[in-house]
Antibody
């Protein structure tokens, strides 16, 4: 059974650093890209970026290029989302999601087939 | 990359059919057949309901169907049931090799 299990809720102060995790199991971790998705309170889903765990190549949404870092450790089948300096506006639920196998025409995955349970990050002074 | 446009809310009575639209541009929805739909109950992980515009994953009810015309994709829920009450999001691959979600639609079963 494919599972993505995320780390627990975090409460942090502005300016602090944070790394949350997403551990994959039930499949070959390096075969599928992992994405991170943000949901701010009362708002919709936003795609942040993705990583290919086989070579750690990343692609970010222009809206998230810079403020966050996506990484992966394939030896432990885990992807990460990291902040060096949190802001109040980072308060949100964060989901990791596995991207589907690539399409033979475009070479790119087309949809998110499995999701983690979410990690709630609260930033408050 | 702007979010795809969805109606904020759609409602229907049990047994009725409703349709949720998802409007993008020629750089996303209009360019590829890589539109997917997700059901999201608050506090739970989103669930894939439709992929590649029209395809249902194994285990998803046949009451859910998808379509696309030009820059607008649609999700239709037939035979509406109380358990269908949730938020629904569309998503598309884009010409920038990124992904974009819709603004989300709250479905209410009256």
């Amino acid at each position: 059974e494919v599972q993505l299990v995320q780390s627990g809720a975090e409460v942090k102060k502005p300016g602090e650093s944070l790394r949350i995790s997403c551990k994959g199991s039930g499949y070959t971790f390096t075969t599928y890209w992992i994405s991170w998705v943000r949901q701010m309170p009362g708002k919709g889903l936003e795609w942040m970026g993705r990583i290919d765990p086989s070579d750690s190549y990343t692609k970010y949404s222009p809206s998230f290029q810079g403020p966050v870092t996506i990484s992966a450790d394939k030896s432990i089948s885990t992807a990460y989302l990291q902040w060096n300096s949190l802001e109040d506006s980072d308060t949100a639920m964060y989901y990791c999601a596995r991207l589907s196998p690539p399409d033979s025409y475009s070479g790119s995955p087309r949809y998110f087939d499995y999701w983690g349970q979410g990690t709630l990050v609260t930033v408050s002074s | 990359q702007s979010a795809l446009t969805q109606p904020a809310s759609v409602s229907g009575s049990p047994g009725q059919s409703i349709t949720i639209s998802c409007t993008g541009t020629s750089d996303d929805v209009g360019r590829y057949r890589y539109v997917s739909w997700y059901q999201h109950h608050p506090g739970k992980a989103p669930k894939l309901m439709i992929y590649d515009v029209t395809n249902r994953p194994s285990g998803v009810s046949t009451r859910f169907s998808g379509s696309k015309s030009g820059n607008t994709a649609s999700l239709t829920l037939s035979g509406l049931q109380a358990e269908d009450e949730a938020d629904y999001y569309c998503s598309s691959f884009t010409s920038s090799n990124t992904y974009v979600f819709g603004t989300g639609t709250k479905v209410t079963v009256l």
